[in-house]
């Protein structure tokens, strides 16, 4: 009796092990196994951003020092920087980054001037040169005291002022939110085509940054609840006034939204806590739980998402949805009954760029579909994942299929008459030709190396192409590499077939 129990003790310690062995060999080759990229190592080597911000809501301005720890990280040496001035943009009617069919819904109350006035730059303790320069005024070129070599560091400060417009865009005030982007001085990149100066255009997202690391400082009324980029350190209030530090790592760039009637709800997931902030309404709910489910699986499909917090919040934003490091920005309307599918996919669609431009970052001037075909295509993975085939298989058809063939409709709708993926959103005539070509064509095209792939192999490849470029930027031969590395066949001509070639 005691010899059959040792050997039953036996088996099953056996079968212990072996399905501990099958369990082992299922994470290291399940999507997303991986642990988080490491943040604190990454910081270590980057630019490092202090930003003051105060906030007035009677002149609606937005009074600002920058003291920038800039690096050269690039292998040249430099006697100039630049810096993008993108509220410039907004400084006339003719300039205001939007399409003419969508300037009442960016302006409802009519046009609102908005800039950016500069008023001091040091570097290095000096008082410098400096020019606001570019086409619309987008550019700040600071003239350096000595010549910067690579790995070297300077000191700049800059103050300046910010006039808010009134305008429901990334950038700008509207009837219920303050949406605070792109609205300080923020460094070009400078790579192998030298510097960066692109500017603000009408159809796409026309950013191009490198990470940095930021402490900022927020004054605002004490009555506005603040979703913003980073964690909050430290927070305390007087005379009507409350003062907020926050401190974000490796982080592409930086965002914040305030509104006096936000609501809060917050759901833990992993290490990370998710935001939803909003107004009443049982969609906020929807919102939260559509945030904390796409963390939940890209953190699986991709790679741990580093961060501590991420914020899906309403805000006056007409466009639908955009991103920003730990936070996304998501048009109210969306929030209306009715319009829950679209609240769940756009949702499940900015987070997916806290993967595919903000950890991986790209030149979205020059290769737009670089981040938003990955993203795209990962919104459809959402939905596989948390509903099952069928629910993909209609996400597949709805947001990449039908998009794409709305093209159908003719030089009306799509002036350029052209289906080529891979050109710079310059060459965009609308945001209906940008939509179908490089969200829908370029999604389909993800998901086909995926279906000729096999499963196994996409995401070992996604997972080398993150990898290789976390915390960096990425170009169309860091993708094409990625995927014959990972694979071990070369699939340039499928991926230039999809990009360059119209569709038969």
Not at 50 to 60: A, K
Not at 162 to 180: A, M
Not at 231 to 238: A, F, G, M, N
Not at 394 to 420: C, H, M, T, W
């Amino acid at each position: 009796m005691k010899g059959l129990k040792e050997m039953n003790r036996r088996r099953w310690s056996y079968l212990a092990l072996a399905i501990a062995a099958l369990i082992l060999i299922g994470v290291c080759f399940w999507p997303g196994a991986k642990p988080a990229p490491n943040v604190d190592k990454a910081s270590k080597d980057l630019s490092n951003y202090e930003l003051s911000l105060s906030l007035d809501t009677v002149t609606q301005t937005l009074s600002g020092r920058l003291r920038l720890d800039y690096v050269n990280g690039a292998m040249a040496q430099m006697d100039t920087l630049y810096f993008h001035l993108y509220p410039n943009a907004f400084a006339k009617a003719e300039t205001a980054p939007f399409p003419e069919n969508e300037w009442s819904l960016a302006y409802p109350k009519g046009f609102s001037p908005g800039g950016i006035k500069i008023s001091r730059v040091t570097a290095g303790g000096q008082p410098v040169v400096y020019a606001v320069e570019g086409e619309i005024n987008t550019n700040l070129k600071v003239v350096l005291p000595a010549v910067l070599t690579h790995g070297e560091r300077i000191t700049l400060e800059m103050d300046y002022i910010v006039q808010l417009p009134h305008c429901e865009g990334r950038f700008g005030y509207g009837t219920d939110t303050y949406n605070l982007a792109n609205c300080y001085p923020i460094a070009c990149v400078y790579d192998e085509n030298g510097w960066n100066r692109d500017p603000y255009t009408a159809v796409g997202d026309p950013f191009y940054s490198d990470m940095a690391n930021y402490r900022v400082i927020f004054s605002a009324p004490e009555s506005m609840v603040v979703a913003a980029t980073g964690d909050l350190t430290k927070e305390e209030s007087r005379q009507g006034v409350t003062i907020r530090t926050y401190e974000a790592k490796a982080v592409r760039d930086y965002a914040i939204v305030g509104s006096e009637k936000f609501q809060r709800l917050e759901r833990r997931v992993g290490k990370t806590t998710v935001y939803a902030y909003g107004f009443t309404g049982e969609n906020l709910e929807r919102a939260l739980d559509a945030g904390a489910a796409a963390l939940r699986i890209y953190n699986r499909l991709f790679a741990t998402y580093p961060y501590r917090q991420l914020s899906v919040v309403e805000a006056n934003f007409y466009i639908g949805g955009m991103e920003f490091p730990n936070l996304v920005m998501i048009d109210t309307s969306l929030y209306g009954p009715g319009n829950e599918d679209w609240l769940e996919m756009v949702v499940a669609h900015e987070v997916a760029h806290q993967w595919w431009y903000q950890l991986v970052g790209n030149n979205e001037v020059k290769e737009p579909w670089l981040d938003e075909a990955l993203t795209q295509a990962s919104t459809v993975l959402y939905f596989g994942e948390r509903y099952g085939k069928a629910r993909e298989e209609v996400a597949y058809d709805a947001y990449l299929r039908s998009s794409f063939e709305r093209i159908k409709l003719g030089k009306n709708f799509f002036p350029s008459g052209s289906q080529v993926v891979d050109r710079p959103i310059t060459e965009f005539q609308n945001s209906a030709e940008y939509d179908s070509i490089v969200y829908g064509k370029g999604g389909m095209m993800v998901l086909d190396l995926r279906d000729q792939m096999g499963e196994k192999k996409f995401y070992r490849f996604l997972g080398s192409y993150f990898d290789q470029n976390v915390f960096g930027n990425a170009t169309e031969a860091d993708f094409v590499a990625a995927a014959r590395e990972a694979t071990g066949q070369n699939w340039d001509p499928v991926i230039q077939d999809w990009l360059k070639n119209d569709l038969e």
